[in-house]
């Protein structure tokens, strides 16, 4: 079974529409990350979040909004969609204690805004 | 704020070659990590090495190798005797101190395309 799951895996909606991206994860880390991925930019973070209470903004939170439903859950919203939000996003956790203290990414999900 | 460059953007070899990917960082922490992912075209991450900023020696996995050398501030990743399956983005990235935790800052990644 997966580690970190994502749902939905491919997405296309219109602009203007509302689209909630789905993250939830068996590890047990605290740490949950969202991020975008563009052609020839990398990955860059959008939100992360400590535990339920904390949220963070990243580099990229303009248009976006998230919500950490328990330790396991982290749910990125696009309130209206937009073109260029259209990429492949990665939610990912991560355990500061862990030995390699990396961070596990989901499969990600494609989102395609017409 | 840290920065990591990958300046090739592609790269196409002919299978049984060797082939580095180069990656370059910046940053003013002095304690830092450093990492390697593979993007086959399956789409998914894969975590192919993690390297701290106190820890220099090279390291050699199979037919993947890393060359860090913190006086370039130059972390390299070398694949011998490149086989197909080795097509994939590969992604260099940085960890930045994010409140007792940390993000990643990627690079722009390089696609690498092994030739039959």
């Known amino acids: 079974d997966a580690d970190v799951t994502q749902t939905p895996r491919n997405r296309i909606t219109k602009t203007g529409k509302r689209i909630m991206l789905e993250c939830s994860q068996t590890k047990g880390h605290d740490r949950m990350y969202w991020y975008r991925q563009d052609p020839g930019l990398g990955l860059r973070l959008i939100y992360y979040?400590?535990?339920?209470?904390?949220?963070n903004k990243g580099e990229i939170s303009d248009g976006y909004s998230v919500s950490r439903q328990a330790q396991a859950k982290f749910s990125l919203s696009l309130e209206s969609a937009i073109p260029n939000q259209t990429a492949l996003y990665f939610c990912?956790?991560?355990?500061?204690?862990?030995?390699?203290?990396?961070?596990?990414f989901g499969p990600g999900t494609r989102l395609t805004v017409l | 704020a840290q920065k990591v460059t990958q300046a090739q953007t592609e790269i196409s070899v002919v299978e049984k070659e060797d082939v580095t990917l180069d990656c370059v960082y910046e940053?003013?922490?002095?304690?830092?990590?450093l990492f390697w992912y593979k993007q086959p075209p399956s789409g998914e991450l894969v975590f192919l090495i993690r390297?701290?900023?106190?820890?220099?020696q090279n390291e050699i996995s199979g037919r993947y190798s890393w060359n860090f050398q913190k006086s370039t501030s130059s972390f390299n990743f070398t694949i011998t005797a490149s086989q197909v399956v080795d097509s994939a983005v590969y992604f260099c990235a940085l960890s930045e101190p994010l409140q007792g935790a940390q993000k990643l800052v990627f690079g722009q990644g390089t696609r690498l395309t092994i030739n039959p």
């Open positions: 390297r701290n900023s106190f820890d220099e």
């Open positions: 979040s400590f535990d339920v209470k904390d949220i």
């Open positions: 990912a956790t991560s355990d500061p204690g862990g030995v390699r203290n990396e961070q596990f």
């Open positions: 940053t003013r922490d002095t304690t830092y990590y």
